[in-house]
């Protein structure tokens, strides 16, 4: 069973930066689109990037856009979402997901496989 697992949340100021990871459990994970969403205390669980198979092609939601960076290694098995300029907003549980179709990496429907997610925690 293809596992993903995400790593390096924690909690940080505003202003500071933090790099999650994904990273699978599969040696086909090049052939995943990897995307990464978020869900904070009362809110519905929210896209946040996106990105192709080889890392060429990044997706980005406006909420984050300069400020987040979302890259892969193939060879690692491994998709990074760097943060920085961290807003208390930003405050969430985060969490990678990955699809082998051609659907829009904008909507949860589209993956089919989940981590268990990461909290990041922003103070003010």
């Known amino acids: 069973q293809v596992q993903f697992v995400e790593s390096g949340g924690g909690l940080v100021q505003a202003g500071d930066s933090l790099r999650l990871s994904c990273t699978a459990s599969?040696?086909?994970?090049?052939?995943?689109?990897i995307g990464w969403f978020r869900q904070a205390p009362g809110k519905e669980r929210e896209f946040v990037a996106g990105i192709s198979t080889n890392g060429r092609i990044p997706y980005y939601s406006d909420s984050i856009k300069g400020r987040f960076t979302i890259s892969r290694d193939n060879a690692l098995n491994t998709v990074y979402l760097q943060m920085n300029s961290l807003k208390y907003e930003d405050t969430a549980i985060y969490s990678c997901?990955?699809?082998?179709?051609?659907?829009?990496?904008?909507?949860?429907?589209?993956?089919?496989?989940w981590g268990q997610g990461t909290q990041v925690t922003v103070s003010s």
């Open positions: 599969t040696p086909a994970f090049g052939n995943y689109r």
């Open positions: 997901a990955a699809t082998l179709s051609g659907r829009s990496l904008f909507f949860a429907s589209s993956y089919e496989v």
